[in-house]
C-alpha cells in the first residue's frame, strides 16, 4: 500500500522554465512533508519542507505548496537549472515528535535541458 | 566535517553469507535510520533507531538485522535469509528538526 504516490516518473522541462513535481498521499494522519534530491549514487539531500498549519513555503528558487483537502502537495523550482536536474522525492511524517518514521514516494526524475 | 558516512561504497555478497555495511555519523544525532532504494521505488525504511541499545522494525526488516551499541554507530547485517538483497542501502540520522541527513549509500550486489 503506497501511502506516497508520485505518479510522475519522469519530467523534462526547459532551462528557464517552471518545474512542478507532483506528490500525493493518502494517510490523513500525516502532517509534515518534505522534499528531498537525489544524484546518482549519492544519498538524498534535503531541499524544503511544510508543516500542515501552512499551504506554501518558499525557499530562493523552490516552493511548496500543500492542499490538505486534495491530500497532495507540489514543488514548484523556477526557473529550472540544469543543475536541479536528479530524482525528487516526496516523505511525509505523521508529525514533528522525534523517531516518527518518514514515507517516502517512489521518485520523479527531473531533467533539465538547455 | 558533520556527517554520516557509510562504508564500503561498493559490496559483493556469495551466496548464503552476511554482510555488514557501515554507517558511522558524528552530528551527535539520536535517532538513525536504514533503508533501501530498488529502482523504480522509493524509499523503504528497514530499521531504525531512536537512541542507543534500542531499535525498531521498519516496513521490510525480514533478512536483516541491526545493532547500536554507540550513538555514532548503527551497522546493518544483510543476512543470508535475505533473498533479495541487491539494492542500494542509505544510512539516516534526524536532526531535532525532524530533518533526515543521508549517507553516501552502499550498492549491495550478488555474485
Known amino acids: 500500500d503506497q501511502q506516497v504516490k508520485q505518479n510522475s516518473p519522469s519530467l523534462s522541462v526547459q532551462e528557464g522554465r517552471i518545474s512542478i513535481l507532483n506528490c500525493d498521499y493518502t494517510n490523513s494522519m500525516f502532517d509534515y512533508f518534505l522534499w528531498y534530491k537525489k544524484y546518482p549514487a549519492e544519498g538524498p539531500t534535503f531541499l524544503i519542507s511544510i508543516s500542515s498549519i501552512k499551504d506554501k513555503n518558499e525557499d530562493g528558487r523552490f516552493t511548496v505548496f500543500l492542499n490538505k483537502s486534495a491530500k497532495h502537495l507540489s514543488l514548484h523550482i523556477v526557473p529550472s537549472q540544469p543543475g536541479d536536474s536528479a530524482v525528487y522525492f516526496c516523505a511525509a511524517s505523521p508529525g514533528t515528535g522525534g523517531g516518527n518514521k518518514l514515507t517516502f514516494g517512489t521518485g520523479t526524475q527531473l531533467k533539465v535541458e538547455l | 566535517d558533520g556527517g554520516i558516512t557509510q562504508s564500503p561504497k561498493y559490496l559483493f555478497r556469495k551466496e548464503g553469507q552476511n554482510v555488514t555495511l557501515s554507517c558511522e555519523q558524528n552530528l551527535n544525532h539520536d535517532a538513525m535510520y536504514w533503508y533501501r532504494q530498488d529502482p523504480g521505488q522509493g524509499l523503504r525504511l528497514i530499521y531504525y533507531s531512536q537512541i542507543v541499545n534500542d531499535f525498531q522494525k521498519g516496513d521490510i526488516a525480514e533478512g536483516y538485522s541491526v545493532s547500536r551499541e554507540k550513538k555514532e554507530s548503527f551497522p546493518l547485517t544483510v543476512t543470508s535469509a535475505q533473498k533479495n538483497p541487491t539494492a542500494f542501502y542509505l544510512c539516516?540520522?534526524?536532526?531535532?528538526?525532524?530533518?533526515?541527513?543521508f549517507g553516501s549509500g552502499t550498492q549491495l550486489s550478488v555474485l
Open positions: 539516516a540520522s534526524r536532526a531535532a528538526n525532524e530533518k533526515l541527513f
